[in-house]
């Protein structure tokens, strides 16, 4: 398959070991991001792609072409592979066409301005090809870093946190843009990002790393959301209510009457995670199932509200929950209001 292809690839930085046997494919037009904390090895993986890191163990396959393996390992400028890391550094000293045209020593000048010009106006950036970096924005800059990356016609596009420098606005303009241009190469682009929300946005498929160095959970954006293989992948998104309890007859009691317990024995201790947006307050009679609760603080986020409450009677009275809701909530107006749980937001995983 066309494409980049990493097979069981291990490493370590002398005695301290990073990636734990990792495999992932991504094929030619898709994008895959690679999500996980601090230090578990992100930015090694790109390197060891790239080939500005020494392969250790395992294999990066590049369309059909092994480009590394523990035998022979192909120069970075050999592999086809564009990539644009953290801080996307510029060239300072040269004008933004030729920061672009850099990787197109392969042509001849003319063929190369043309390409470098043409990348240019696939990021919108042709009127400012003969100014210096230091001229631009630094949305305008990551655009230009993208031309550069793709300007030699990569077969692999790497991308290392590359909306990291630019605030929420700009951000989510560029990455917008970054996507189309990227979709419209039909490059293998793999990505890098801690912030959960970029790699739903971005990808066809994403990878979920843990501190240990290997991959939690890979699916599609809708897998990784609905279906969190385990707590940690669960909690990516943000806070969660929590409920613990033990098993019994099959079923766990809870503030929110009587849940299935899926694939747990009784007496198992299991822990059922509830997403904010999991949570559906209702004001009328309750008769849809609902627990009566108090309300105890709202807060307007801007499209949402972040609304905390209170179980009111039962063995559980006091218990605390909080409730995303799609609105401005008015505490004025509602009466008695009654808490249900939707159950795609929630999810249940042995307590560990
Ligand atoms: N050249 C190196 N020599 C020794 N240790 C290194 C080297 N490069 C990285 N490390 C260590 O390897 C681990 C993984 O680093 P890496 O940069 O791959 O993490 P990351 O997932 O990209 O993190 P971040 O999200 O902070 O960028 C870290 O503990 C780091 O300190
Ligand atoms: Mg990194």
């Known amino acids: 398959m066309q494409g980049l292809h990493i097979v069981g690839v291990s490493h370590a930085y002398g005695s301290t070991p990073v990636l734990d046997n990792i495999s992932l494919t ?24 790239a080939g500005l890191e020494r392969l250790q163990a395992g294999s990066v396959t590049i369309d059909e072409t092994v480009v590394a393996d523990p035998k022979s390992q192909l120069p970075p400028e050999d592999r086809r592979i564009g990539y644009m890391f953290q801080d996307f550094a510029l060239f300072p000293h ?3 066409l030729d920061n672009v045209t850099f990787g197109l020593f392969r042509r ?8 470098a010009m043409e990348m240019l106006g696939q990021v919108g950036m042709v009127r400012h090809a ?20 793709l300007a030699p016609e990569p077969r692999v596009v790497l991308l290392d946190e590359p909306f990291s420098g630019l605030d929420t606005d700009m951000r989510a303009r560029i990455r917008e843009e970054t996507l189309s241009v990227l979709k419209q190469t039909n490059v293998a682009t793999l990505m890098v990002t801690h912030d959960p ?8 498929r994403i990878k979920v790393m843990g501190e240990n160095g290997r991959v939690l959970q890979s699916g599609r954006p809708a897998d990784i959301y609905y279906k969190p293989a385990n707590e940690y992948v669960a909690r990516l998104f943000g806070p969660m209510n ?32 509830i997403r904010p947006e999991g949570l559906i307050l209702s004001n009328g009679d309750g008769r849809d199932g609902g627990t ?20 009111r009677e039962g063995v559980n009275r006091g218990e605390e929950f909080q409730v995303r809701i799609p609105s401005a909530f008015d505490l004025t107006e509602k009466g008695q209001i009654w808490a249900r749980v939707d159950p795609r937001h929630v999810f249940q995983y042995p307590q560990e």
Do not use: Y
């Open 292 to 311: 009566p609760v108090d309300i105890l603080s709202a807060h307007l986020l801007g499209d949402s509200s972040m609304v905390r409450f209170q179980v």
């Open 94 to 96: 040269l004008s933004v």
């Open 242 to 273: 929590m409920i613990d309890g033990i098993v019994d007859q099959g079923e766990l009691k809870s503030s929110f009457g009587v849940m299935a317990a899926k694939d747990a024995a009784d007496g198992d201790a299991v822990r059922v995670l």
């Open 108 to 115: 001849n000048k003319a063929a190369a301005r043309e390409r």
């Open 197 to 204: 929300e970029e790699a739903m946005f971005m990808a066809d």
């Open 130 to 149: 003969d100014k210096h970096p230091h001229m631009l924005s630094g949305g305008q800059q990551q655009r230009v870093a993208l031309a550069r990356a």
């Open 26 to 49: 991504v094929p030619a037009g898709e994008l895959v991001c690679l999500l996980g904390p601090s230090g578990c090895g992100k930015t090694t993986l790109l390197r060891i792609a």
